[in-house]
């Protein structure tokens, strides 16, 4: 039984730019959330999918932006992309609000 | 407002110690939960256990176990006879059911150093 996977695992850019990040959910999981976790900071909640809407959403800008698809997978998409972006990027998958399984994050460095 | 603190930034033991990592929560809800995981210098947040508001009851498993207080807000794990392995960030997290979204709120983390 695979767990949650992202892709990639690592990725520059720079400023300015735009990055798509993705993600698949544990088998039989139907939710999925975004995480950035800053360097020596805890994960921080970005916005969740469920039924291929936003459910909710912490507090970020609208710069970052997601999609879930029928099969449950999700992007993340970031415009504009500042160097504060830089963090490791966490999807973290779950059913029925049963507890989050996460992924093994895409780590984001913009120059 | 939710909260999560972990006034312990970094531990430093000796393998074979015991070690107690603190976590103190705020919460208005009377239903939530309560998690901790571990992150490994690899990066992924693995699952340690999750607890909700209604089971006071310690728990242990092997080396690991947890003591649940909700008249300290406090959730705090303790590892037996500590091993080189479990050096790592460990991060407590609630989610409150009115959210019902099990969005995870994670407090700053704690730094684990087991040396040998």
């Known amino acids: 039984d695979a767990g949650v996977t992202q892709s990639p695992t690592h990725l520059i850019k720079t400023r300015g730019q735009q990055v798509t990040l993705r993600c698949s959910p544990k088998?039989?999981?139907?939710?999925v959330s975004w995480y950035q976790q800053a360097l020596g900071q805890g994960p921080q909640f970005i916005f969740q999918?469920?039924?291929?809407?936003?459910?909710q959403r912490g507090n970020f800008p609208d710069r970052f932006s997601g999609h879930q698809f029928p099969n449950y997978s999700s992007e993340l998409n970031v415009n504009a992309l500042l160097l504060g972006d830089s963090a490791l990027y966490l999807c973290?998958?779950?059913?029925?609000?049963?507890?989050?399984?996460f992924g093994p994050g895409t780590r984001l460095t913009v120059l | 407002a939710q909260k999560v603190t972990q006034a312990q930034t970094e531990i430093s033991v000796v393998e074979k110690e015991d070690v107690t990592l603190d976590c103190v929560y705020e919460?208005?809800?009377?239903?939530?939960?309560l998690f901790w995981y571990k992150q490994p210098p690899s990066g992924e947040l693995v699952f340690l256990i999750r607890?909700?508001?209604?089971?006071?009851q310690n728990e242990i498993s092997g080396r690991y176990s947890w003591n649940f207080q909700k008249s300290t807000s406090s959730f705090n794990f303790t590892i037996t006879a500590s091993q080189v392995v479990d050096s790592a960030v460990y991060f407590c997290?609630?989610?409150?059911?009115?959210?019902?979204?099990?969005?995870?709120?994670f407090g700053q983390g704690t730094t684990l150093q087991v040396k040998p």
């Open positions: 973290a998958s779950s059913y029925l609000a049963g507890g989050e399984f």
């Open positions: 997290a609630l989610s409150e059911d009115s959210s019902n979204t099990g969005k995870l709120i």
């Open positions: 607890r909700n508001s209604f089971d006071e």
């Open positions: 088998s039989g999981h139907d939710t």
């Open positions: 999918y469920y039924e291929e809407e936003e459910r």
């Open positions: 919460t208005r809800d009377t239903t939530y939960y």
